[in-house]
């Protein structure tokens, strides 16, 4: 008996949302909501494909590492948006 857990759901929608925002940028259309504008990277191969994408595109790659109980990190949340918003057209920004 194979049972899902919360963390593969997670999983899975941060998946879907990097292959939206991927698909968004081959289109030409801009991210509409912020999880297609900085999707998360969770896994080295995730980070490895952004980085390729990144890389053939021309584009610039901007990740952020944060924790959530971090301060400075929830500080900066507002102005790494609003750098993801400023040069969505030159830098793909992840968390």
Not at 9 to 32: S, W, Y
Not at 55 to 67: D, N, P
């Amino acid at each position: 008996e194979v049972l899902i857990t919360d963390e593969d759901c997670k999983l899975q929608r941060e998946e879907a949302a990097v292959a939206a925002q991927a698909a968004a940028a081959r289109a030409g259309q801009p991210a509409t909501t912020y999880s297609e504008l900085v999707p998360s990277l969770v896994t080295v191969e995730q980070f490895l494909a952004a980085n390729e994408r990144a890389e053939a595109r021309g584009r610039l790659l901007a990740v952020k590492f944060y924790s959530q109980r971090c301060r400075a990190c929830l500080r900066i949340a507002a102005k790494y948006r609003r750098l993801a918003l400023d040069f969505s057209s030159g830098v793909d920004c992840y968390e």
